[in-house]
């Protein structure tokens, strides 16, 4: 078994506690302007396989079983959303792009994943 060191919490700028004058929205911190232009990156080119991707990372680093949870990813803004889901039951290391569903912001299906048995 692997020994991991606790992290201090209260050295986090986003604890409770913490920092008062810092804010999610901006204006809390000069880092916040720095923080939301950088991560300000556009849709990844294929969803789904980012999202086996990073299924695999996850379970190799241990934050998620092979079966249980899930993840999801959103796409676009208003009416052009696509949700990107993983299937149940099926373990996450294992997944392909193709494994995925996409849903649209009102839960409807756009596309299905290629094997029919997915859930």
């Known amino acids: ?11 986090r700028r986003y604890t409770a506690g913490g920092n008062a004058g810092w804010t999610r929205i ?3 911190s000069p880092t916040d302007r720095v923080a939301s232009v950088s991560s300000a990156v556009g ?9 086996a ?7 190799d680093k241990g934050w998620m079983t092979g ?3 899930g ?5 676009g803004h ?7 889901t993983t299937p149940s ?3 996450k290391e294992d997944m392909l792009g193709d494994d995925m569903f996409a849903l649209d912001i009102h839960q409807g299906l756009k596309a299905p994943p290629k094997t029919p048995s997915l859930k």
């Open 26 to 28: 901006g204006d809390g």
């Open 89 to 91: 039951g099926l373990q």
């Open 71 to 75: 993840l999801s990813l959103r796409c």
């Open 43 to 51: 849709d990844p080119p294929d969803p789904a396989r980012l999202i």
């Open 78 to 84: 208003d009416e052009a959303t696509t949700i990107y």
């Open 53 to 59: 991707q990073l299924c695999a990372c996850f379970y």
């Open 1 to 11: 078994a692997v020994h991991m060191e606790r992290p201090d919490w209260s050295q």
């Open 67 to 69: 079966t249980g949870g």
